[in-house]
């Protein structure tokens, strides 16, 4: 079955500083990857998504980066603010309805001001 | 809001009882899942129910079930509860088209 690894798993960056989190799956069929970002007792939220039949997706201040031959994909976020600390989860899975996402462990990223 | 509604929020029982825990999918979702998130393991899939019928399962033990009912609400059984089953439980949506999950508030569940 799927495997995701995320590094690293605690982040502390300045303010105004990027972010950047890494994930590798090991199942070459996934070809959708979201994340994650959740608050202290909140639920998971969607923050952003990629498909494997894309490399780049950009939204505002975050991007996601795929490498589908290495099976890498990573979470920039820059100009960091501190209502950007959470814990951030990255997952993986077929994009099609009804497939259970694997996720990493999660990142815990603190940025101070 | 993201429209996944589950209850209760907390829930604190004892060793050796049985709870249920509920979910109610956003409007039109037919796919509900569920998922453990303890502080040592993450998030974890337990099982999925698409339209009523079980559709995949993961790190769910034998101790624990759930269903999905012909309204499209979902409820995982706990029993023979153990100190270790003390974890959130999240409850998933997805519409039927992509895998695109909203998650509820989850459900703190406390074995004392």
Redesign the interface.
């Known amino acids: 079955g799927e495997n995701v690894e995320q590094h690293p798993s605690t982040l502390s960056v300045q303010e105004g500083d990027s972010a950047v989190i890494k994930c590798t799956y090991s199942d070459s069929a996934s070809n959708?990857f979201?994340w994650?970002k959740q608050e202290l007792g909140?639920?998971?939220?969607?923050i952003i998504?990629i498909r494997s039949n894309v490399g780049e997706k950009k939204d505002q201040r975050i991007a996601v980066t795929l490498n589908k031959t290495a099976k890498h994909f990573s979470l920039h976020i820059t100009e960091t603010q501190p209502e950007d600390s959470a814990v951030y989860?990255c997952?993986a899975?077929?994009?099609?309805?009804?497939?259970?996402?694997?996720?990493?462990?999660?990142t815990t990223l603190s940025v101070s001001s | 809001d993201s429209g996944v509604t589950q209850t209760p929020k907390h829930l604190i029982t004892a060793t050796g009882q049985r709870v249920t825990l509920r979910c109610s999918p956003r409007s039109g979702d037919l796919s509900v899942y569920w998922y453990q998130q303890s502080l040592d393991q993450g998030l974890q899939f337990l099982i999925q129910y698409y339209n009523g019928e079980e559709r995949a399962k993961g790190n769910i033990l034998e101790r624990f079930s759930a269903q999905q009912f012909p309204d499209l609400h979902s409820e995982l059984n706990l029993s023979s509860l153990e100190l270790g089953d003390s974890a959130l439980y999240f409850c998933a949506s997805s519409v039927g088209t992509e895998n695109i999950q909203y998650f509820g508030a989850g459900t703190r569940l406390s074995v004392l």
């Not at chain 1, 909140?42 to 969607?46: E, I, V």
């Not at chain 1, 309805?97 to 990493?104: D, E, Q, S």
């Open positions: 959708y979201p994650y909140k639920r998971p939220q969607l998504d989860f997952a899975s077929m994009n099609q309805a009804g497939t259970a996402l694997i996720f990493g462990k999660g």
